[in-house]
C-alpha cells in the first residue's frame, strides 16, 4: 500500500478558477469522477461552491442540487467520496448520498455544528487553514511567521474536533496554501511543511494549478501549470506530506510513484 493519497478535484460549479463549467452538467460531472478513479485518485472531492478568490457565496438550495447527485452517483466508483463544504446541510446530504469525509475549507468555523455532523457520522475530515473568507482572503494577507501562525491555528481547530467528538485518526490537516497567503508565504509553507506534518495529522497539500505557481512560471492558463504543480507535490512528499489533491491524477501519481520508491530505496 503506497504511503499517500491522492485526491482527485471534481468541480461541479461554473465558476471554479482552474475548471469552471468543464463539469457542472451531471454527466460531464460523473464520467469525470470516473476518469479520476480510474487515474489513480484514491478519494474524489466534490465540490459546489467555488472557493477562489473573490469569489461569491452559493445558496444552500443550489450547493444541494449541484453536490448531491454527483456524490450518489459516485459511490461504487471504489474510491472514497469527499464533500468540499462549509454547510453542514450540505454535508449532511452528501453523507447520505455515499460520502465518508468532510473537507471544510473554514476549518469548522463557518458553522461549528459541522464537527457535531462529522463525529455523529464517522467521517473523515479535513481542517484547512484560510485567512479571512474566499471574496477577501487574497486582499493584503500578512503574518509574522505564517508556518508558526499557520501552524498554531491548525492545531488549536483540530484540539476543538476532538472535543467534538471526532477520533484523532479521522482528522487531517491543510495549510491552505493559496488561501489568504502571498507567494512568499505559499513557498515558505512548502520549504518548512516538516513543521506541519510535526502537527502529528495527515497533512493534504492542495497546490494544483494556482495562480502562484502561474506567476513563477508564467504560465497564465491553469491547464499549463501541471508541471510545476508536480513539482510542488514531489517536495512535499518528500517533506512528508500525506494527501494531495489536484485535477491532474496521472500525472501526479506518475511522479509520486517515483519520489515514493527512491525515498523508499534511500532508507527515507
Not at 444541494?64 to 447527485?69: D, I, M, N, W, Y
Not at 492545531?155 to 484523532?168: S, W
Request: charged share 25%.
Amino acid at each position: 500500500m503506497r504511503p499517500y493519497r491522492i485526491m482527485g478535484v471534481l468541480n461541479v460549479t461554473p465558476d471554479s478558477f482552474s475548471d469552471g463549467g468543464e463539469w457542472f452538467d451531471f454527466e460531464a460531472a460523473v464520467e469525470r469522477g470516473r476518469v479520476l478513479v480510474a487515474e489513480g485518485a484514491d478519494i474524489v472531492d466534490v465540490g459546489g461552491e467555488s472557493t477562489r478568490p473573490r469569489a461569491n457565496p452559493v445558496a444552500e438550495g443550489e450547493e444541494l442540487r449541484r453536490v448531491v447527485p454527483a456524490v450518489e452517483a459516485l459511490g461504487g466508483l471504489g474510491a472514497q467520496i469527499s464533500v468540499d463544504t462549509m454547510k453542514p446541510a450540505v454535508a449532511a446530504a452528501a453523507i447520505a448520498a455515499g460520502a465518508s469525509y468532510v473537507n471544510d475549507v473554514t476549518a469548522f468555523r463557518h458553522d461549528p455544528a459541522m464537527a457535531g455532523l462529522v463525529a455523529d457520522r464517522g467521517c473523515d475530515c479535513c481542517l484547512m487553514h484560510m485567512l479571512g473568507e474566499p471574496r477577501t482572503m487574497q486582499d493584503d494577507p500578512r503574518y509574522d511567521d505564517v508556518v508558526d501562525e499557520v501552524k498554531a491555528f491548525l492545531a488549536e481547530r483540530a484540539a476543538f474536533a476532538v472535543r467534538e467528538g471526532i477520533a484523532e485518526s479521522r482528522i487531517q490537516v491543510d495549510p491552505g496554501v493559496g488561501f489568504g497567503k502571498t507567494i512568499a508565504h505559499n513557498l515558505e509553507l512548502l520549504r518548512r511543511l516538516d513543521e506541519i506534518v510535526a502537527l502529528g495529522f495527515p497533512v493534504v497539500v492542495g497546490t494544483s494549478r494556482k495562480s502562484f505557481l502561474g506567476r513563477l512560471t508564467g504560465r497564465e492558463d491553469p491547464h499549463d501549470r501541471v508541471a510545476a504543480t508536480v513539482a510542488t507535490s514531489v517536495m512535499a512528499l518528500e517533506r512528508g506530506a500525506a494527501v494531495f489533491r489536484v485535477h491532474d491524477v496521472a500525472a501526479t501519481a506518475d511522479a509520486l510513484a517515483v519520489t515514493a520508491a527512491t525515498l523508499a530505496a534511500h532508507g527515507a
